[in-house]
């Protein structure tokens, strides 16, 4: 089985600007949950989208948005960007809630410039 | 709310020597996972803990959660520079599961010196 993919790896922006990022889950799995890894605030949780609605949210801006489609993929919308934005951004699927395993893809490093 | 917090926060050992990490909530652990990272990329799993008392292995690591279900331990055997990385210790908020969410310790740093 092919693992979670994040696409792109590497987006360089200027404040401002929206950018939109993109993951694929693990076949099967329905569940995908969006993560902001920066070296200050470490690993935080942005939100979780499961059969096409988002159940659950982290604290963040409404600039953050997320969106997810029949075939489970999922995207997530920055608008207005700002210099903090830069960071790691990790997407993981789960195939059961029954457990909260989670397995995430390489990431996406955006930089804002 | 719930925070984790890992010790020591970095990490440097010779091949062949032991080492622990440990991580140790404010809060009852209801579900406890540890993850390895490499610097920049994605989270690879490598165990999930829920009993107190609870230990596992994999390979040369092996996990536990205390009794009390507050701390956790990573314990390597042997290093090897292929266990070099970041640690993670994550866990469910609060009672459930069905959350999608995982609260994360700041990371420990390993470093495997030939």
């Known amino acids: 089985k092919a693992g979670v993919t994040q696409t792109p790896r590497y987006l360089i922006k200027t404040r401002g600007q929206q950018v939109t990022l993109s993951c694929s889950p693990i076949s099967g799995h329905r569940s995908v949950s969006w993560y902001q890894q920066t070296p200050g605030q470490g690993l935080q949780f942005l939100f979780e989208?499961?059969?096409?609605?988002?159940?659950n949210k982290g604290n963040f801006p409404g600039r953050f948005s997320g969106r997810q489609f029949s075939n489970s993929r999922s995207e997530m919308n920055v608008s207005t960007l700002e210099l903090g934005d830069s960071a790691l951004y990790l997407c993981a699927s789960r195939g059961t809630v029954a457990k909260n395993i989670q397995y995430f893809g390489a990431g996406t490093r955006l930089s804002v410039l | 709310s719930q925070e984790l917090e890992q010790s020591p926060q970095s990490l440097i050992v010779q091949e062949g020597k032991n080492l622990t990490i440990n991580c140790t909530s404010s809060?009852?652990?209801?579900?406890l996972y540890w993850y390895k990272q490499k610097y920049g990329e994605g989270l690879i799993f490598l165990m999930m803990l829920q009993k107190g008392g609870e230990e596992k292995s994999h390979e040369k690591i092996t996990a536990k959660l205390d009794e009390k279900k507050q701390q956790s331990s990573l314990h390597i055997t042997a290093s090897q520079p292929s266990h070099a990385g970041i640690y993670l210790c994550g866990a469910d908020k609060e009672d459930s599961s069905n959350t999608g969410k995982l609260i994360f310790g700041q990371g420990t740093t390993l470093q495997v010196k030939p």
């Open positions: 809060k009852t652990l209801y579900g």
């Open positions: 989208y499961f059969s096409e609605t988002q159940r």
